[in-house]
């Protein structure tokens, strides 16, 4: 339809200067008013027709634009989630989310740009058609026309080239300004203890500084542009006006052919200088989409991720209505995990890792444990100990750079993606909830879910008495990262969602946040509730916690220094004994 109302409506516009010279050219003529007012309802009829055409053109060109839009940040998203969490670890929150919102954004403002009538596909097929009609009118004055598309294609072919360095630092600097300003705005009360406005402002105008160069850049190659783009429409006027008084004067072309080249000649500035600018929203338009692809091209994803996350509906109807298999990856199996962490244990055996960030410092070095099924085993450490890594291994966030880590006698990366998180749960140190609901928060990750269930969990983890005190219960929101909350409460949110997905295997990093002697008693007590029948794996910094573990694991330097009970290890005067008497774990009883 969009196709169909373009022709149309191109073809109004180059049979607009014809009538317009005919119509001039019966009153030269002083021929029978009958012929100029058919001539003039002709008109009147392209008029009508041609502003209606152009409604439904834009209509449906906007609408595929949005439609290839929607599905560009649809599958943007999916890659993103698809990403490695190294990709995460190396790029800004602020950087992804402009990537996915402004650059794509671009792709739209092109389309809607460029669907008036002096840009895009219509302006390129008015100045071909305009050159086209004018040689069949009169082959003298075609050439003319010609040599203004020619030198228009010049002046373009110069403007990109001044203009693409310009381009990319100018994006480059609006990307360093947006990271500055989350950046800053997110850490506005450390910005505010440390009285660091000066530095951040002083930051902030560099970016600024950069940006306003880039732009200035982009002044003078448009200020070049338009004058060379005006130079070369003057000179194709006067050439046609000289030509074509020369024709009409020597009987060679009649007037009215000379009114319709000077309409079309107009119609070809419009169209021309509309093609300039098609031409640096494209531009603009393949930088961004090319930004985004690199970004994504920098590390490959997660096959594990790209496996459970298939393309949506856009892909049968790129391939035909063809549907897509997705097989196991090579070495998966169609393996219950729940099943198995139910009756196996969990094994490091002989695992060394180091962060992809930081290929040179080895983090776990030969790293050997065994975590038994349904006990409760602690690690313990000093800070920066390795103890987060054997959760993050476990977690499958990352995979070992050696060794292995098993189910019973399968490795990990044996299981799908999708059953191993069916049997794994953890709950972090400081508890991560959603811009939305209490309901949402706790059912997150456990589709379909109702509100028995939901309640249920909650009262487990002594989060429903509080909850049913708030004005709107279950749908209260909890603000921008859970914000609305106290501390307490985020807390027993969070194991409440753990004890609702109900995973066999729970990794806990105990919170050591400020809590007040009530507050800590009630989620001392959910986390006794979560661990009951669990196979656990606890970094601990309670000594309540570790002493009530079955199995007391010290970690030091990436590797594993003491092992017990914690009797045992007191009586050992090793590590674990320095850190109980230094007070480094926390001697709260509760």
């Known amino acids: 339809v969009a196709t169909i109302c373009l022709l149309l409506c191109v073809g109004s516009n180059l049979a607009s200067p014809v009538l317009s010279g005919m119509l001039f050219e019966t009153l030269v003529r002083q021929a029978p008013f009958s012929s100029y007012r058919s001539l003039l309802v002709g008109m009147m009829g392209l008029y009508v027709l041609e502003p209606l055409l152009s409604r439904v053109y834009v209509i449906h060109l906007c609408s595929i634009g949005e439609k290839v839009q929607a599905t560009l940040r649809r599958e943007a998203f999916r890659v993103l989630l698809m990403q490695r969490i190294i990709f995460f670890d190396q790029h800004r929150p602020s950087e992804l989310t402009n990537m996915l919102s402004k650059d794509l954004e671009a792709l739209r403002s092109f389309v809607f740009n460029n669907s008036s009538r002096d840009r895009g596909f219509r302006a390129l097929l008015e100045a071909t058609g305009s050159v086209c009609v004018l040689f069949v009118l009169s082959w003298r004055l075609g050439p003319i026309l010609a040599g203004v598309i020619i030198a228009t294609a010049c002046i373009a072919w110069l403007y990109r080239r001044q203009s693409k360095k310009i381009e990319r630092a100018s994006a480059e600097a609006q990307q360093r300004m947006a990271i500055a300003v989350d950046e800053t705005v997110s850490q506005i ?59 009409v004067n020597s009987g060679l072309m009649p007037i009215g052919t000379l009114l319709s080249a000077i309409g079309f000649t107009f119609s070809l500035v419009f169209a021309t200088q509309g093609l300039l600018q098609t031409w640096t929203d494209m531009r603009q338009t393949r930088s961004s989409v090319r930004r985004v692809q690199d970004l994504f091209d920098e590390i490959a994803v997660d096959p594990s991720m790209a496996q459970a996350l298939p393309p949506g509906d856009w892909w049968n109807v790129a391939n035909g209505g063809k549907t897509s298999s997705y097989d196991l990856l090579e070495g998966e199996e169609e393996l219950d995990a729940v ?35 349904g006990k409760v085993t602690a690690l313990v450490g000093r800070s920066g100990a390795g103890k987060s890594t054997v959760a993050a291994l476990l977690e499958r966030l990352y995979a070992p750079s050696s060794g292995r880590v098993l189910l019973g006698d399968v490795k990990v990366n044996q299981y799908t993606r999708k059953q191993w998180v069916r049997a794994v749960t953890a709950v972090t140190q400081e508890p991560v909830l959603f811009n939305g609901t209490i309901f949402d928060n706790i059912a997150y990750g456990v589709q379909g879910a109702s509100r028995e269930d939901v309640e249920e969990a909650a009262r487990a983890a002594y989060a429903h008495d509080f909850v049913m005190r708030l004005p709107e219960g279950y749908e209260t929101s909890v603000g921008e990262q859970g914000s609305l909350l106290s501390g307490g409460q985020r807390q027993r949110i969070a194991l409440a969602r753990a004890l609702l997905k109900d995973s066999p295997v729970l990794i806990l990093d105990e919170a050591t946040s400020a809590l007040d002697s009530e507050s800590e008693s009630l989620v001392q007590k959910a986390i006794d509730t979560l661990l009951e029948g669990r196979t656990v794996l606890v970094i601990a910094h309670r000594l309540s916690t570790v002493q009530a573990a079955d199995q007391i694991v010290v970690v030091d330097n990436g590797e594993i220094i003491e092992k017990g009970s914690h009797a045992e290890l007191v009586a050992g005067a090793g590590l674990y004994s320095k850190l109980v008497s230094s007070q480094s774990l926390n001697l709260s009883q509760t």
Request: aromatic share 10%; net charge negative; hydrophobic share 45%.
């Open 189 to 247: 009360r450390t910005v505010r203890v440390f009285a660091g406005e000066s530095l951040e402002r002083e930051r902030f105008g560099g970016y600024v500084a950069d940006s306003y160069e880039a732009g200035m850049g982009f002044a003078r190659a448009k200020a070049l542009l338009e004058s060379l783009n005006r130079g070369a429409i003057h000179l194709s006027l006067l050439a046609l006006y000289a030509l074509g008084g020369y024709l």
């Open 339 to 373: 099943d198995a962490a139910e009756h196996k244990d969990l094994v490091l055996e002989n695992v060394c890792f180091s962060y992809p960030a930081r290929p040179d410092v080895q983090v776990l070095n030969n790293l050997s444990l065994t975590i038994p099924r």
